[in-house]
């Protein structure tokens, strides 16, 4: 693709990013067969080389995003199937993420827009406030046919029973049990641990089991990603910083052999720390290293030994692979083998590459779209006729959980951890 970018423009790193990414679109469109939004509303301007176009416009003229652009960037799920498609290797996430980040600069949304996308910054990173607002959301259920569409959608979606916070999220070092093999820290994150906090209890549990001294580091909290997405480059560099900082102050102190993330969503952001922080003196190098020790789980357990006591019984299990874990980290077999390895019977999702529609906040701020993509999820789940459904990413479990509740036959969903933690030994989990 020509770009005509001039030398001025250029000399803004981020532009000299984009004009490279840029430039390695061969306008081929591959991207538009594995595109989510493109297979729903077949508009060219709804697939990646279609954005692509629209970014390139508006990235060249300088200028203030339009309407046409910001609607389009919109409807992105950053679900990066064109990058896993793409053979000239354009980098697409970050391109789309120096959109947002333009967009969120130069456009002036809707009163309505601009004050849900502020709700959602403020709510979800912070643990306490969300956990707050869905016990309202919990009592506002009743009344949701009298709010706004967008904001009836997220009081729809509020869980029927909250669970109680863990103590395994507070700061603390949990000893492997034995010889100690590694010495891990573990990301909490934010919405996660409110609204399933028995994922880190068995992550935990199941790394000390299996050799790991296990570190919940001071300091450390929400990735980033949810804002980063939403193009609010500044809160989410501050996030990414704090957590930097602590998880350095770990590694320069006992050390650390990863740092491991069960939210594969959170686990393609910090990933990605030393890219966004590339330009910044003071936390570039730091910034790298975390790149280098993040790691998904299923990487970190594939290295240990597991083994299954015949805790759990020998179910079929439909294993739904996040587009950040399939697609943001190239990971695709690691969590299938590990189930197997636990005794499970482990069966792909048609359609498996694309996107269920959660796609951190755009379930919230594209509900119509996110839910043709949920329920068409959910059907395909249900044609493998498994027991139950496993996946790694919070986002997708609750998502999943409510296509499959909205379709008529409820089937368990768990992170992949719960599955492995109950088959060696762990609790049973609840719903069984």
């Known amino acids: 693709m020509q770009t005509s970018f001039t030398l001025a423009q250029l000399a803004d790193p981020d532009i000299a990013e984009a004009n490279t990414i840029l430039r390695k679109c061969v306008h081929c469109g591959f991207c538009t067969a594995t595109c989510p939004t493109y297979a729903l ?46 053979p000239s290797s354009v980098h697409y996430m970050h391109l789309v993420d120096h959109a947002r980040a333009h967009i969120e600069q130069t456009y002036q949304r809707s009163l309505g827009d601009r004050l849900l996308r502020s709700l959602l910054a403020w709510l979800l990173p912070y643990p306490g406030r969300f956990r707050w607002a869905l016990r309202g959301a919990m009592l506002a259920r009743p009344f ?22 863990s103590s ?14 590694k010495r891990v820290a573990l990301l909490t994150g934010c919405a996660q641990q409110v609204l399933d906090p028995a994922i880190n209890e068995a992550t935990i549990r199941l790394l000390t089991r299996l050799g790991c001294d296990v570190v919940v580091a001071p300091g ?24 930097i900082a602590a998880w350095i102050n770990e590694a320069d102190g006992e050390g650390l052999d990863a740092i491991v993330v069960n939210a594969s969503g959170c686990g393609t952001n910090l990933k990605d720390y030393g890219f966004m922080l590339r330009n910044d003196a003071a936390w570039a ?44 980290q190239k990971i695709t077999q690691a969590p299938k083998q590990l189930l197997q390895r636990a005794g ?23 509900p119509e779209l996110a839910t043709q993509l949920r329920d068409r999820k959910a059907a395909n789940i ?38 492995l933690d109950w088959a060696t030994g762990g609790p049973k989990p609840a719903g069984f």
């Not at 792909?348 to 796609?359: I, N, T």
């Open 41 to 86: 509303l077949g508009d060219e301007r709804d697939s990646p080389r279609g954005r692509i176009y629209l970014i390139k416009q508006m990235l060249e003229g300088g200028e203030a995003a339009t309407e046409e652009t910001v609607r389009h960037v919109d409807r992105c799920l950053s679900c990066l199937s064109c990058m896993t498609t793409c």
């Open 144 to 165: 949701a046919g009298l709010l706004p569409a967008k904001l009836r959608g997220m009081v729809q979606m509020a869980p029927k029973r909250l669970p109680a916070a």
């Open 168 to 181: 395994v999220d507070l700061p603390q070092v949990f000893k492997a049990e034995g010889a100690r093999k």
């Open 220 to 243: 450390s909290g929400c990735c980033g990603a949810l804002e980063h997405h939403m193009g609010r480059e500044a809160a989410a560099h501050a996030k990414a910083q704090a957590n």
């Open 285 to 328: 190098e730091r910034a790298a290293r975390v790149s280098a020790l993040a790691r998904d789980i299923s990487e970190v357990l594939l290295d240990l030994e597991i083994k299954p006591d015949g805790s759990a019984p020998a179910l079929k299990l439909a294993y739904h692979s996040a587009c950040s874990l399939q697609h943001g």
């Open 344 to 366: 499970f019977t482990v069966s792909d999702v048609p359609e498996g590459h694309l996107c269920c529609g959660s796609a951190g906040t755009y379930n919230l701020l594209q």
């Open 382 to 419: 249900r044609s493998v006729g498994a027991d139950a459904v496993a996946a790694g990413n919070i986002g997708c479990l609750v998502q999943i959980a409510g296509g499959l509740e909205a379709g008529g036959k409820a089937l368990p969903v768990l992170h992949t951890v719960q599955w």
